[in-house]
T-cell receptor, first 115, second 114 residues
């Protein structure tokens, strides 16, 4: 039982390149989230999904796109990477079945550097 | 979202209890108090949550003030592995578009000395 798995774990990109970060969960959770964490700061929500085929914007969505074609996967895309997107990206999941009391489960992060 | 205030950092010695405070004076009646921690180079990890009554689990205890305007996370015997950033977060149960979102502040950096 892997929980929440993020790939890749590390990546270095050049400005203007594109890439996709993958989050996979095996907990059958409805909700999935993408956060970013900059040095010395808390996490900020980029996009989230409340179910297969649905996505919504979080606090800092600009420059990112997401897709949730399958319940277990949530993809985060950078179409044209910028140095300001250098960060650690975390995926999380939870289930609304018992209301907001359910904890979120996080992956170990993807460390992305854009030169 | 209602805001929380935590000290930037705290220190403890190994095997001693640690009390991590959190102020949330604007908490609403529908807000649960959640605690997460983040170990170095890892994602956040759920610790405990509560609404009004004190809560205990295998990791920690949560003491909630009677007026709910503050709470304290208690680690009964700190270990080196407990060195982490601890986040106190209020989570609204009323749903809506912010239903699942966790709003992270800067948290408290806990240092544990051998």
């Amino acid at each position: 039982n892997a929980g929440v798995t993020q790939t890749p774990k590390f990546r270095v990109l050049k400005t203007g390149q594109s890439m996709t970060l993958l989050c996979a969960q095996d907990m059958n959770h409805e909700y999935m989230y993408w956060y970013r964490q900059d040095p010395g700061m808390g996490l900020r929500l980029i996009h989230y999904s409340v179910g297969e085929g649905t996505t919504a914007k979080g606090e800092v969505p600009d420059g990112y796109n997401v897709s949730r074609l399958k319940k277990q996967n949530f993809l985060l895309g950078l179409e044209s990477a910028a140095p300001s997107q250098t960060s650690v990206y975390f995926c999380a999941t939870d289930d609304p079945g018992q209301g907001n009391r359910q904890p979120q489960h996080f992956g170990d992060g993807t460390r992305l550097s854009i030169l | 979202d209602a805001k929380t205030t935590q000290p930037n950092s705290m220190e403890s010695n190994e095997e001693e209890p640690v009390h991590l405070p959190c102020n949330h004076s604007t908490i609403s009646g529908t807000d649960y108090i959640h605690w997460y921690r983040q170990l170095p180079s890892q994602g956040p990890e759920y610790v405990i949550h509560g609404l009004t009554s004190n809560v205990n689990n295998r990791m920690a205890s949560l003491a909630i003030a009677e007026d709910r305007k503050s709470s304290t996370l208690i680690l009964h015997r700190a270990t080196l592995r407990d060195a982490a950033v601890y986040y106190c977060i209020l989570r609204d149960v009323t749903g809506g578009t912010s239903y699942g979102k966790l709003t992270f502040g800067q948290g408290t950096i806990l240092t544990v000395h051998p």
